[in-house]
């Protein structure tokens, strides 16, 4: 119980915007990143197997996001991952936004997955074999 | 009072994932294009010419969405924005994602923007020639 | 014969760099989307049925482009879309990108797509029934 | 002379498109951050300080690629990136896009970039800091 998975991405160039920080939806692509990492080596299941060969997808139903600092080209973003509620086809993920060099939180998201069989596009009840991992990220 | 304004826009193929569908961060690409537009077109002023010349930006500060139901390529999908809340400095926005082609919302998105001089980074009141118009948005 | 498809596009904040100016790669992003818009108004095949239906795709095996002069938010992107080559599963694109206040050519891309099978994964000849149209776009 | 700088990237779920395989736009995004970290640890000089201290852009003036093979999500691009010329003002960068798990090439580009003092948007010669250490990596 209790495991943060944590994740550290440069931003680059492509990330920012003509304010020269990072364009806010782009966020999103970099927690999705984080995620797909956090399945691959904190769940041990990646999304390339879990989709092209169980035909499990994992796509998000809700997502918020609080923007408090921005981040700007060079500077790197250390992302917290957290479970911080499992239901039954469900995981809501917390992430905590970090900037590297100093530690504060800059942006702070909340997402929801479900787990869904993409033949019939329903949602399933998380794995059983991956449950217990997923579970240890939650947080208490 | 309680104007929407309306803005279309096709899903095309870089929008969409493996699976076929809108890869999610790319709903909030979509949605800022609406609020491009509606600067533009609804407000009266740019964001081009916001940010060039009067050195105004309108940073995100918090944004939630909640996605009902995928939406694929070749289909159109229809944001009906409406200003939900308007403060000193911020503006919350609500956008109804709809099919076009049945008028079924299929995602919608609360998002709150400030707006900022750039120069200094930090909020400023809503410009007043701004305000009315923003204004005529608000949903009651 | 020598039509040309005109396809504008106005260069917003998410295809802008920190230097205020179109990040490259998006221009390939923007010819992508007029040549979807080709494909279903000037060849009258559009991608999701032609992908979604047929099972036909169109990858493109090779790409060049100059870039003359940049593009900055604000300013609309006009493509020229001519048919340069004509193979037997290959079409060779050739794009003039111009400011469309000027009518400057600002950047020109050559783009070799072929037909492919999407089951088997081979080129195929140009599909009879499109090949008139997309000749109808041959420049001479 | 004749370094060769080798970068390597997983490909995500967000560089694929529908079909399964590496939206081709994507891989001027991949090879730009192959190039920002080839500044950085290569050349000793990356881009957030070239553009942000010393106001030094690197512009593309052209690209050319030829995909010879897709990747797939879950696959590692390996970029190998020499110089394969040096002008007063530009450099010619070659890459060659092997799929790491088999070491066979899948794409190859050749981008031409030069150094633009950002203030006047003119191009400038080489600095004479970093041009030996891009002629180390000059192909012969």
Chains 1, 2, 3, 4 share one sequence.
């Not at 139903?61 to 790197?76: H, M, N, P, Y």
């Not at 800059?106 to 074999?129: C, G, N, S, Y």
Request: with cysteine; glycine share 8%.
């Amino acid at each position: 119980m209790n495991q943060v998975y944590v994740h550290e991405q440069l931003i680059r160039f492509s990330h920012c915007d003509p304010a020269g920080i990072v364009y806010f939806p782009r966020f999103f692509d970099l927690a999705h990143a984080t995620m797909e990492d956090w399945l691959a080596e904190g769940v041990g299941q990646g999304l390339p197997a879990l989709i092209g060969e169980r035909r499990i997808g994992t796509p998000t139903v809700s997502i918020q996001c609080d923007f408090a600092k921005t981040l700007r080209i060079g500077e790197t973003l250390r992302f917290e991952l957290r479970v911080t509620r499992l239901g039954n086809a469900s995981v809501q993920l917390g992430y905590s936004g970090k900037k590297q060099a100093d530690g504060e939180e800059h942006l702070a998201i909340r997402q929801t997955i479900v787990f869904m069989d993409l033949a019939v596009q329903k949602a399933i009840p998380i794995p059983a074999d991956l449950r217990p991992r997923i579970e240890s990220f939650l947080a208490t």
